[in-house]
Nanobody, 126 residues
Framework: VQLVESGGGLVQPGGSLTLSCEVS????????IGWFRQAPGKEREGISC????????VYLDSAKGRFTISRDNAKSTVFLQMNNLQPADTAVYYC????????????????????WGQGTQVTVSS
């Protein structure tokens, strides 16, 4: 199983980015998948997760109303639309699968998510 994130970059405060995570090696349509981030010197934190049936769970309070997770099973890709980005959102962003779960865990636990991409850097700065 391979996960490849893309779409990161440098954005000004208040700006938007859409991250993509392409999954290969399994049929994504049967599984939940999530987005996470880790800032320098901080623990990895869960952002959001989307289940096989498109139901989503948001783990990060600061993401509510700003970040939206979605999936395109035909393209085996999950997206994270991020709006109104702030400097506190600067981090490496990862996607991850909680194999073999089809539904998202109700809360974030890093040991449940067991397949990870390499991450994509998001920097929010003026």
């Amino acid at each position: 199983v391979q996960l490849v994130e893309s779409g990161g970059g440098l954005v000004q405060p208040g700006g938007s980015l859409t991250l993509s995570c392409e999954v290969s090696g399994l049929k994504l349509r049967y599984y939940a998948i999530g987005w996470f981030r880790q800032a320098p010197g901080k623990e990895r934190e869960g952002i959001s997760c989307i289940s096989y049936d498109f139901g989503s769970t948001v783990y990060l309070d600061s993401a509510k109303g700003r970040f939206t997770i979605s999936r395109d099973n035909a393209k085996s890709t999950v997206f994270l639309q991020m709006n109104n980005l702030q400097p506190a959102d600067t981090a490496v962003y990862y996607c991850s699968l909680p194999l073999p779960l089809e539904r998202c865990p109700s809360f974030f636990a890093s040991d449940v998510f067991n397949r990870w991409g390499q991450g994509t850097q998001v920097t929010v700065s003026s």
